[in-house]
């Protein structure tokens, strides 16, 4: 569904009086950079794919950060979300996993940290109608599970003579997929490291971002 909707706003911008169909390219940021990828790979409308800061939904949730996950610890998840299907069916309580905390100490994980200074202040929260705070950015235990499914590397060299560039922070904890999918990219591909710039700063530190490159890239490329 998500990189499907990259595909829907092509639909829409090819179709229209202001776009060329021709000259379109996508952005994809976080956990859409990864869904870009997906789609370009199977839309050759997409003629230049750039990624900021992105994660690959598909190999975090099967190894975590760098690949700490156990085959036996991710045998267990699955058994457990296959197991709340049942629930959720029968009519029970929806089960919520993973997300930025709602608390974080000295304690907490830097990881944990750099979410919660987005997601969880003025920054970056954002609630949608008839939902609230308390379930924003948690995925549901049963539909999240559906990622360890999600590959959005296979085949990534076929997107190719299209050009990809990968753009990320050089300190983001992130930086293991941009890395991860640039080896595996064919020709034209690009990996522009932001010095200085964790994985979260690419989102809205605007002195941090690199406009210009992107700016660069688009105008070459369409």
Known sequence: MYAEDFS???DFLGTS???DRERIGVLGICGSGGFAISAAKIDPRMKAIATVSMYDMGGFSRHLYGKSLTLAQRKQMIAEAAAQRYVEFSGGQTQYTGGTPH?????SHPIA????????TPRGEFTPVGSSPELTTHPTLSSNIKFMNFYPFNDIESISPRPLLFVAGDEAHSLEFSQEAYSLAAEPKELYLVKGAGHVDLYDRVKLIPFDKLTQFFTQYL
């Open 17 to 19: 009086e202001f776009a």
């Open 103 to 107: 608390e974080i100490d000295e304690n």
């Open 113 to 120: 940290k750099e979410f919660y200074d987005f997601y969880r």
């Open 8 to 10: 829907a706003a092509v």
